[in-house]
């Protein structure tokens, strides 16, 4: 089974419209997609893919394109972080928003959901809220839709 996939491909995945993807890279409204040069095919790797998917899933319910990107671009760079280091992907990654507007992410393993402050650029900052993202079932997701691609031939 492919762990990639072109635009096209990703957004079927994703279950995102593709001219609404095409819409908000052009607006800068989701900024952590894949880079690309001109006439170079975007390729979404598997952290990417989750990104997208969790992308998507975030918008529905909600969510505006930029608050969702911030989300989003949060956990691909901690599953991004794990694949370069050889590490499997985390099965949960934990996002926390403070009183200050300001947020953070990491692996759930290493955040206490019932906690009440984080750090961030050194001053102490009260957690509101804590959502908790199992990656291990958008992942799930995704490498269904890649299952899918892989018996679909068609254009990109």
């Known amino acids: 089974m492919p762990n990639?996939?072109?635009?096209?491909a990703a957004c079927r995945i994703a279950r995102l419209d593709r001219q609404k993807f095409n819409d908000l890279m052009a607006s800068g409204d989701y900024d952590c997609a894949p880079r690309t040069s001109?006439?170079?095919?975007?390729?979404?790797?598997?952290?990417?893919?989750?990104?997208?998917?969790?992308?998507a899933r975030l918008t529905e319910r909600g969510r505006t394109a930029r608050q969702a990107s911030d989300v989003t671009c949060r956990v691909v760079g901690i599953l991004a972080n794990a694949v370069i280091?050889?590490?499997?992907?985390?099965?949960?990654?934990?996002?926390a928003y403070g009183v200050n507007g300001g947020s953070f992410a990491a692996e759930a393993s290493d955040v206490n959901p019932l906690g009440n402050v984080y750090l961030a650029g050194g001053a102490s900052n009260p957690i509101l809220l804590t959502e908790v993202w199992n990656i291990a079932n958008l992942g799930a997701e995704v490498d269904r839709g890649l299952a899918e691609e892989a018996r679909v031939v068609g254009d990109d």
């Open 85 to 95: 280091g050889g590490r499997d992907l985390p099965e949960h990654v934990a996002v």
């Open 4 to 8: 990639a996939a072109r635009t096209a």
């Open 38 to 55: 001109p006439g170079v095919p975007r390729v979404f790797e598997r952290p990417d893919l989750i990104g997208l998917f969790l992308f």
